[in-house]
């Protein structure tokens, strides 16, 4: 695989989507639903990591891109953030926008050449899980690091390519490190709603690396964040689950300082 880890969109009525946007608009209520149920993972586990590797957000502009329904901007302009926005497809957003930020339907492919950011530059740019469906990884990441005021930081999530790899292993009956290794896209139906099924490229680490590089950011801070005790003392099935696909990594991108 080359670093071009896009990932398109498939319904299971065998209608081909050749981008994630149609798909997420019929997913989108689906995801927002179990994002919010108790124990979802991304309440218990992700969530709350990326909540603290973003730190204070007092007085700091943010930009939100595939911010589903702009529940997570909401929180952080609650937190003291200002001038924020948040780009997502699927355009399904909570209402009234919270104060203090736009929420505007669009690709995150191209940040910079949406009418409502061009010009914008902001502190904070975050792609939650969402990363996976810009259109050239690399272009994209170059765009969200122009964007970036002076000591500003992207953060960055991404699923951890090894539960790709073991799910596909358990599917076909074959080895974790075949799987992690295979340049096939993989499809699956997601657990949201099993009507729809996403189509991924597979990625290793060193893709997801290579793609920081050649965007010219450095990694300051990663995690690979767990359930804490208590959550999997309450809720055996998710520690169950986190065994097996080990879950999400996150990174902070800073950009690399030019050559003198
Ligand atoms: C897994 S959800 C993550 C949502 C949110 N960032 C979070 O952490 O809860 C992925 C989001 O990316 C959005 N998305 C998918 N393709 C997109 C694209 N090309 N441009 C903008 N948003 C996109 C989806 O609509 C969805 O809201």
């Known amino acids: 695989m080359t670093a071009h880890d896009r990932q398109s969109v498939a319904r299971t009525d ?18 927002e639903q179990a994002r919010a149920r ?16 973003l730190g204070d957000v007092s007085g700091r502009s943010i930009l939100d891109l595939g911010c589903g329904n702009g529940g997570k901007l909401a929180e ?13 497809v699927a355009g399904n957003f909570i209402t009234p926008p919270p104060t203090g930020a736009e929420l505007i ?3 995150l492919s191209d940040p910079e050449s949406l ?10 740019i975050l792609f939650l899980q969402s990363f996976g469906y810009a259109k050239d990884p690399v272009h994209t990441l170059r765009a969200a690091r122009s964007m970036l005021n002076r000591d500003g930081f992207i953060l960055l ?24 290794f295979s340049t096939a896209d993989y499809t699956y139906r997601t657990g949201w709603n099993d009507h729809i099924a996403l189509t991924k490229r597979t990625y290793t680490m060193s893709d997801l690396l290579n793609v920081f590089s050649a965007a ?17 003392r309450r809720y055996p099935h998710k520690q169950a ?3 097996k696909y080990l879950g999400i990594l996150i990174f902070k991108l800073r950009p690399l300082a030019p050559r003198s």
């Open 105 to 107: 339907r669009g690709d």
């Open 115 to 124: 009418p409502e950011l061009r010009g914008r530059t902001f502190d904070r």
């Open 241 to 243: 689950w986190m065994n």
């Open 157 to 180: 999530t991404r699923t951890q390519p090894i539960r790709y790899a073991v799910e596909r292993a358990e599917q076909n009956g074959t080895t974790v490190g075949e799987e992690y």
């Open 38 to 53: 108790e124990d979802s993972l991304d309440r218990l586990v992700e969530w709350p990591a990326e909540r603290d590797m």
């Open 14 to 31: 065998g209608d081909s989507v050749p981008d994630s946007s149609r798909a997420w608009q019929e997913l989108t209520a689906d995801y």
């Open 76 to 88: 952080l302009l609650r937190d003291g953030a200002v001038d924020c926005a948040g780009v997502d």
């Open 216 to 232: 010219g950011l450095w990694i300051e801070t990663a995690d690979e964040p767990r359930l804490s005790a208590e959550a999997a």
